[in-house]
């Protein structure tokens, strides 16, 4: 984006429409709202008048003095018409060599935006971050123009793209007092499915034995870290594993759902039918859950009806004999009188 499309107007040296763009521009933004916004119209105003003044200050060297005196000869008429006096124009400034390299670093990063090459794109960017090529005031104007290019780029390794942000100060959610912009928001969430991928990946090769120490999840059991490892490697390579418990169900339907938030940024790391396989699975092993369960209830009533007919069955019996044993202790009353 140049400063003429950031300002609505097209190329020119009025500083007078310059300025009434910029105020009609700066009605449609909320500097407190969209601080991002505000600093890139305002970087675009500044530039544009230093521009402009430039381009003024050029044409009054180069206009004809209308204090000098006209070069004329009273005894001639015709030497009236002579030309004015034309001072010798000033020698074009040489860039220093600071301003060089900053022109040298745009013209590359343009070419290299255009070509798609976002590998090059961010080796520049680094680059000039840490020689100074890019002052204060433009440095969020050059990552709004660079980085979504790079977030968009699926070629890059998640190592590549983590050390990417760690050096350009975008690895972690900014601060309240930092802009936070869209842009920073999507490089912001593709860090985190880089970094779930890379934890799938670490699972998927970590072959777990008994007894064997996992310093990244010490609290976790033997029959934890398998059921973790063979689902990594159903979603990465689609070894077939089959949840035989609740937990390695609910397991495998959090990182489906890792997977699926994710998705925008590395379905293309994923091959389909290992993700389609895992979902069938994922929905037996739910469908088989509601059956045990529904069994085990179906037991637990069974169960819970012959105790209370062997409870009444049982009382029944003691009614029984408690009669026959008063009926018996009557007769010997009877005979005993």
Same mark, same amino acid.
């Given at each position: 984006? &140049?400063?003429?499309?950031?300002?609505?107007?097209?190329? %020119?040296?009025?500083?007078?429409?310059?300025?009434?763009?910029?105020?009609?521009?700066?009605?449609?933004?909320?500097?407190?709202?969209?601080? @991002?916004?505000?600093?890139?119209?305002? !970087? $675009?105003?500044?530039?544009?008048?230093?521009?402009?003044?430039?381009?003024?200050?050029?044409? =009054?060297?180069?206009?004809?003095?209308?204090? %000098?005196? @006209?070069?004329?000869?009273?005894?001639?008429?015709?030497?009236?018409?002579?030309?004015?006096?034309?001072?010798?124009?000033?020698?074009?400034?040489?860039?220093?060599?600071?301003?060089?390299?900053?022109?040298?670093?745009?013209?590359?990063?343009? %070419?290299?935006? $255009?070509?798609?090459?976002?590998? %090059?794109?961010? =080796?520049?960017?680094?680059?000039?971050?840490?020689?100074?090529?890019?002052?204060?005031?433009?440095?969020?104007?050059?990552?709004?123009?660079?980085?979504?290019?790079? @977030?968009?780029?699926?070629?890059?390794?998640?190592?590549?793209?983590?050390?990417?942000?760690?050096?350009?100060g975008w690895n972690s959610v900014p601060r309240a007092t930092d802009p936070f912009s869209q842009v920073r928001h999507a490089a912001i969430s593709r860090a985190n499915a880089e970094r779930w991928f890379q934890a799938l990946r670490t699972k998927s090769e970590q072959q777990p034995w008994?007894?064997?120490?996992?310093?990244?999840?010490?609290?976790?059991?033997?029959? &934890?870290?398998?059921?973790?490892?063979?689902?990594?490697?159903?979603?990465?390579?689609?070894?077939?594993?089959?949840?035989?418990?609740?937990?390695?169900?609910?397991?495998?339907?959090?990182?489906?759902?890792?997977?699926h938030h994710h998705a925008g940024f590395i379905r293309h790391r994923f091959d389909e039918r290992y993700i389609a396989r895992a979902e069938s699975i994922h929905a037996f092993g739910k469908s088989w859950r509601r059956i045990r369960l529904g069994l085990w209830a179906l037991a637990s009533?069974?169960?819970?009806?012959?105790?209370?007919? =062997?409870?009444?069955? !049982? =009382?029944? $019996?003691?009614?029984?004999?408690?009669?026959?044993?008063?009926?018996?202790?009557?007769?010997?009353?009877?005979?005993?009188?």
């Open positions: 984006m &140049t400063i003429w499309t950031e300002l609505d107007i097209a190329p %020119t040296d009025d500083a007078k429409l310059i300025r009434r763009a910029y105020a009609t521009r700066l009605r449609a933004i909320d500097p407190d709202a969209n601080p @991002v916004a505000f600093q890139n119209l305002r !970087t $675009a105003y500044d530039r544009a008048l230093t521009m402009s003044a430039r381009a003024a200050q050029k044409a =009054a060297t180069s206009e004809p003095d209308a204090d %000098t005196e @006209v070069l004329s000869d009273e005894e001639d008429e015709d030497d009236t018409d002579a030309p004015l006096f034309q001072p010798a124009p000033e020698p074009p400034r040489e860039l220093t060599p600071e301003e060089q390299e900053r022109a040298t670093f745009e013209t590359d990063v343009n %070419t290299a935006l $255009a070509a798609g090459d976002s590998r %090059t794109a961010l =080796a520049l960017l680094t680059s000039a971050l840490a020689r100074g090529l890019i002052t204060l005031g433009n440095r969020e104007y050059a990552l709004q123009a660079i980085m979504p290019v790079i @977030v968009r780029d699926g070629s890059l390794s998640p190592e590549e793209y983590l050390a990417a942000l760690e050096k350009i008994p007894f064997a120490p996992y310093p990244d999840a010490p609290n976790d059991n033997w029959f &934890t870290r398998y059921r973790k490892f063979r689902i990594a490697n159903l979603l990465l390579h689609g070894t077939w594993c089959l949840p035989r418990a609740s937990l390695g169900v609910a397991m495998l339907g959090r990182e489906l759902d890792l997977f009533g069974l169960m819970t009806i012959f105790c209370i007919f =062997a409870a009444i069955a !049982t =009382a029944g $019996a003691g009614i029984i004999g408690v009669i026959g044993f008063g009926r018996l202790t009557w007769s010997l009353i009877q005979a005993l009188e």
